[in-house]
Structure formats: C-alpha cells, structure tokens
C-alpha cells in the first residue's frame, strides 16, 4: 500500500525558470492538498483539488503558480519564471473520498524542496 | 479565524524523561485536531488525531494528546522519550483545510 508520492525530491532551478512538481495521491484518495514549508516556519496551505477541480485555492500566490489534478495522471504544482523566494520545500497531502470515516485525515508525501539560484 | 499556535520553538528533554509539547487553538465550534511529527529531511507523520469522544486520545510511538476545550488545547505527552523522538512537530486544526502551527523542536539530550 504505497503512499502520497512525490517528485522529484530535489530540484534546483535558475531563476526565471519553471518548476513541475508532481504528487501521486495514495490509493483510493481523491483529494489532494498542496502545502509550502518555508524554512523556520510551519505548513501553509496552497490548494485543494479534486479530480479536474480546483476546490480552494485560496493559498495560492496570484501570479506565477498553477496547481491542477488531472483525470489520468497525477496533480501537479506548477511555478513559472521561479524566484529565490520560492525556495521552500513543497509537500503534497491527499485524503480519502469523503464516505470514508477519516475523510478529514490528509497524509503526507515526502516533500519536493526546491531551490532556486 | 481559526489559528494554532505552538508557544514552545524549542524544547531539550533528556532521554528517559516525561514529555509535554503545548498547542493552543482558536476555533468557534469542536475542531478537528492532529498532531503531526516531521524528522529532518521528511514529509509529515501523523501521530494521533482527535474528532469527537474520549478526549484523551492514544497515538502511535507511545503519544498521547489530551483535549481540554475549557483551555482549548491539545497538549501532547509522552511518558518516556527515546533518541530517535527528536523531530519537530507539528500541532494542526482541521475544518475544510488544515492549519498548523509553526511547529517545535524537539532535542534530545544522551
């Protein structure tokens, strides 16, 4: 029973170029969630999918960041034109469908850390 | 507006010693409330949970947490910590999204 996936674990980019982060929720979740971790400070909350819809977006900066959850395939958090400000550690959470009896229980993938140069 | 806050950044415990890392919340109705634990280098792993019933819930490696809605808190105890229990952690409140507080280390001393 894999769990939240993640990828790549490390990425390092130059500024002005883009970043894809991929997260392949566990088994049977339908609900992926995607969080910032800045160094020195807790989770933030980004966004909430679900397969072809963007829930809650919310935490999202309003430039530079896109977040999707395909049909096939899984979510990705995509940044555009990167800044050294965007170096943080990336994680994604995904939750069961929302009969299940821990529906509210997101589990946690890896984290994707980003660094920009 | 809902907010957690973890008034410890850092907490040295020495190994054998009983355990207490403090969250507070601030939530109009009965959260939902989670304690998570992060080792360097890791995703999050969920320590316990608390929804509704018993207020002092068990978790996995030996935690508990106790739900005191006079104080709204959800401390987290540990009777014994081990070395391998330095991690941060990471107590969060959960409506439609989750928030979390900004965490505590945990050191421990040989």
């Known amino acids: 029973n894999a769990g939240v996936m993640q990828n790549p674990r490390h990425l390092v980019r130059r500024r002005g170029q883009e970043a894809r982060l991929r997260c392949s929720p566990m088994?049977?979740?339908?609900?992926v969630y995607w969080y910032r971790q800045l160094p020195e400070e807790g989770l933030k909350f980004m966004v909430y999918?679900?397969?072809?819809?963007?829930?809650?977006e919310s935490g999202m900066p309003k430039e530079r960041f896109s977040a999707e959850f395909p049909k096939e395939g899984p979510s990705i958090l995509r940044i555009q034109q990167v800044v050294r400000g965007d170096s943080a550690a990336y994680f994604c959470a995904s939750s069961p469908p929302i009969h299940r009896y821990d529906t509210d229980t997101q589990y946690f993938g890896p984290g994707t850390r980003l660094t920009v140069l | 507006a809902q907010s957690v806050t973890q008034p410890d950044i850092h907490i040295t415990v020495s190994e054998g010693a009983s355990l207490e890392l403090r969250c507070n919340y601030s939530y109009g109705a009965t959260p939902y409330l989670f304690w998570y634990v992060q080792s360097p280098g890791q995703g999050l792993q969920l320590l316990l949970k608390y929804f509704s019933g018993d207020t002092l819930v068990q978790g996995i490696k030996g935690f508990e947490a106790e739900f005191k809605r006079s104080q709204s808190s959800f401390n987290l105890r540990k009777p014994s910590v081990h070395w391998s229990d330095a991690a941060e952690y990471f107590c969060a409140v959960s409506n439609d999204k989750i928030i979390f507080g900004k965490g505590t280390r945990l050191h421990i001393l040989p």
């Open positions: 999918l679900q397969k072809e819809n963007i829930i809650d």
């Open positions: 088994k049977g979740h339908s609900h």
